[in-house]
C-alpha cells in the first residue's frame, strides 16, 4: 500500500481529484454568489416595474398631507395589484422620514429617520438594496418575518414631490430564486467537470502506463548494476584466491621451510622468518578483503552469518561491534539480499567515513515490514550538506530500497556519529 501510495501516477492521479474537488467547491461557492447576486438584482428590476409602472401612476395629489383620502385612492389602486410572490410590504417615505402610505396601515404617518443611502437615493435617484435591520421601530412589523431584504427607489407625486419607493422581500424568496438560478449553472458546471474528467483520464492512464514502464526499466538497471557488481565482486575474489592468495601463502611457506634448514646463519633466520611473517599477514589482510568483497551465498549461511563474516574483521582494525538479527527462516530471498546490501554498504561507510570505535547492526522483522539500521560513534557529517565523493554506494542502495516501496533514512550531525535506518515491507 504505501509503495502504491509513493508510485508518481498514484500521487498525480491523487492531486488531480484534489484539484477537481477544489474546482467543484470553488465553482459552486461563485455560481452561489453570482445566484444570490442575480437574485437580488431581480428584485431591484421587480420593485423599479412596481414603483414606476404600479406604484408611480396611482400617486394621488397630496398624498404627503395626512389626509385619508388620498391615502384610501392609493391603497384601493395598489391592494390588489402588489400580489408579487415574496413581496412582503410596501412603504412610501416623504423627505422628511414620514410614512405617506403603507400596507401596514398601522405605519401609516408615523416618522421615522431616513438613513444616508436612503435620502442619496430620494435626491439623487437610483435603486439600492440591502437587509433590513428588524431591530428598528420602523421594522417592527417585519420581524417575524425572520431575514428581510429591502430595495427602494424614488418615485415622483403629481406635485412633483420627490417620495422614496421601499418594497420588502422575504430572504426566504430571494434564496429560493438564487437555488432556482443555481440549478441552470450546476449541469453546466458537472458537464464541464465532467468533460474534463472525460479527457484527461485517457492521458492519465497514458501516463501511469508509461511511467510504470520507466520504473520497472529503472528497477530493473539498478538490479542489473547491482548483480553486474557483484559478478565482478566475485570474479576479483576469485581471481586473488585462486592466485594472489595462493602464491602467497606458498611463499609463506617457502621463507618458513629455508628458515629451517640447518645451517642457516642466524641472522638470514631471522629475516626470513620476519618475511614469513609479513606475507602471512598479507595473505590475512587479502582473506578478510575477500570476505568484504565476495557476495556471500545468503541461502547457505543466513543473514545472521553473512553479517558475522561482515563484521569480524573490524575488531582487527580495533572497532568493537555488536550485532542483532531476528527474521523469520522464511523472510523472501530478495528482502535478505536488499537487507544485507543495506547492512553491507552502511558499513563501509562507517568504516571509510565515519573513523567511530563502535559499530551497532540490528536487523528486526516487525508484522509488516523488515527494519534494519546500522549506528556507529564516528564524526559524522550534515545530513543537509550534498554526498561527498565516495558515497554512490549509498545513493545505489538508497534507490533499490526505494524502488522496493521502503524508506532510508540517515539521521547524522558533526560529532554525533551516525545512524542509517532502512524499512521495507513486508510482500
Known amino acids: 500500500m504505501r509503495r502504491l501510495a509513493r508510485h508518481p501516477a498514484v500521487q498525480f ?13 470553488v465553482t459552486g461557492q461563485l455560481s452561489r454568489s453570482a445566484a444570490d447576486e442575480e437574485a437580488t438584482d431581480d428584485a431591484r428590476a421587480t420593485t ?16 404627503s398631507s395626512g389626509e385619508a383620502g ?5 391603497d384601493r389602486a395598489l391592494r390588489h395589484r402588489l400580489d408579487v410572490p415574496g413581496l412582503e ?18 405605519l401609516i404617518g408615523s416618522r421615522y429617520e431616513l438613513d444616508e443611502d436612503e435620502l442619496d437615493v430620494l ?6 438594496a440591502e437587509l433590513s435591520d428588524v431591530s428598528r421601530p420602523e421594522n417592527r412589523y417585519e420581524r417575524d418575518l425572520g431575514g428581510v431584504l429591502e430595495v427602494y427607489t424614488r418615485v415622483t407625486a403629481p406635485e412633483g414631490e420627490r417620495l422614496l419607493f421601499e418594497a420588502y422581500y422575504s430572504t426566504d424568496g430571494v434564496d429560493e430564486r438564487a437555488d432556482a438560478i443555481l440549478s441552470r449553472f450546476r449541469p453546466v458546471t458537472l458537464v464541464g467537470l465532467g468533460a474534463l474528467v472525460a479527457v484527461a483520464l485517457p492521458l492519465i492512464l ?3 502506463r508509461r511511467l510504470g514502464r520507466a520504473a520497472e526499466q529503472r528497477e530493473r538497471l539498478l538490479q542489473a548494476a547491482v548483480d553486474a557488481s557483484d559478478a565482478e565482486r566475485t570474479r576479483i575474489a576469485r581471481d586473488l584466491h585462486d592466485g594472489v592468495v595462493q602464491e602467497l601463502a606458498g611463499t609463506s611457506y617457502v621463507l618458513t621451510t629455508m628458515a629451517a634448514r640447518p645451517g642457516t646463519a642466524t641472522t638470514l633466520r631471522d629475516e626470513l622468518h620476519d618475511a614469513s611473517r609479513s606475507v602471512r599477514g598479507s595473505v590475512r589482510a587479502l582473506r578478510s578483503l575477500l570476505v568484504e568483497i565476495y557476495p556471500p551465498d545468503l541461502d547457505v549461511a543466513g543473514l545472521g552469518g553473512a553479517l558475522d563474516d561482515l563484521l569480524a574483521p573490524l575488531g582487527r582494525s580495533g572497532v568493537t561491534t555488536s550485532r542483532e538479527v531476528q527474521v523469520a527462516d522464511d523472510l523472501p530471498p530478495h528482502l535478505v539480499a536488499l537487507t544485507w546490501r543495506t547492512v553491507q554498504e552502511a558499513v563501509r561507510n562507517a568504516v571509510r567515513h565515519g573513523g567511530g570505535s563502535h559499530l551497532d547492526v540490528s536487523v528486526r522483522q516487525e508484522p509488516d515490514q523488515v527494519v534494519a539500521v546500522v549506528r556507529d560513534d564516528g564524526r559524522g557529517f550534515d545530513v543537509d550538506a550534498p554526498l561527498p565523493a565516495g558515497h554512490l554506494g549509498l545513493r545505489g542502495v538508497r534507490s533499490l530500497v526505494e524502488e522496493a516501496g521502503g524508506s532510508w533514512t540517515v539521521e547524522s550531525a558533526p560529532g554525533a556519529g551516525t545512524t542509517v535506518r532502512m524499512q521495507v515491507p513486508l510482500p
Open 123 to 128: 435626491r439623487g435617484g437610483g435603486t439600492e
Open 206 to 208: 497514458l501516463l501511469t
Open 70 to 74: 388620498p391615502v384610501d385612492r392609493l
Open 89 to 106: 410590504r410596501i412603504k412610501i417615505w416623504a423627505e422628511d422620514g414620514t410614512i405617506v402610505y403603507s400596507d401596514e396601515t398601522r
Open 48 to 63: 423599479e416595474v412596481l414603483a414606476r409602472s404600479v406604484a408611480a401612476p396611482a400617486l394621488p395629489y397630496r398624498l
Open 13 to 25: 492521479l491523487a492531486a488531480g481529484c484534489l484539484a477537481v474537488l477544489v474546482v467543484v467547491l
